[in-house]
């Protein structure tokens, strides 16, 4: 598992309930786009982790959802390319090896980007479900 360090002026934390409807206003999929109340019990409930700037201002995140995968994941248009994405998912992989669980992601088969960000940290692509990927850490 590949872990980085955060540049100076940033770091980590939780997602806070003021962050409720960002989330949500960022989700790319609107036919299936999960409900205030969902954000509300992922952000209050599920174990999460969120990249903070100087100003305290939220720049990148994901949960690791109720089925026990890593996703949600985004980071701001201003902030991409940095790794931020890539930091957190492999804080939050290595949280669930430490927790004795198989870090795993679920991924549209249609998003490179997202695909080349958890290779980049150690997981492998594993084709097997229609549309989608699921990229499991290396062992």
């Known amino acids: 598992m590949v872990e980085q360090s955060l540049p100076a002026g940033f770091r980590f934390g939780k997602l806070k309930p003021e962050h409720n409807s960002l989330l949500q206003s960022k989700w790319h999929y609107p036919l299936v786009a999960p409900s205030l109340q ?3 019990n992922a952000i209050k409930n599920l174990s999460n982790l969120a990249i903070y700037n100087e100003k305290d201002e939220i720049v990148s995140w994901a949960v690791i959802k109720a089925l026990g ?3 949600h994941t985004y980071t701001m ?3 991409r390319g ?3 994405a890539s930091m957190i998912t492999a804080h939050l992989a290595k949280r669930m090896i430490d927790a004795h669980t198989t870090p795993y992601v679920s991924i ?3 998003n490179e980007k997202s695909i080349k960000v958890h290779e ?3 997981f492998t692509l594993h084709e097997g479900q229609i549309g989608r990927a ?3 850490e290396r062992v």
């Open 82 to 84: 940095r790794g931020f």
């Open 77 to 79: 248009p201003e902030y």
């Open 69 to 71: 995968d890593i996703g």
């Open 134 to 136: 699921s990229c499991r």
């Open 38 to 40: 969902y954000y509300a």
């Open 108 to 110: 549209k088969i249609q």
């Open 120 to 122: 980049k940290v150690g």
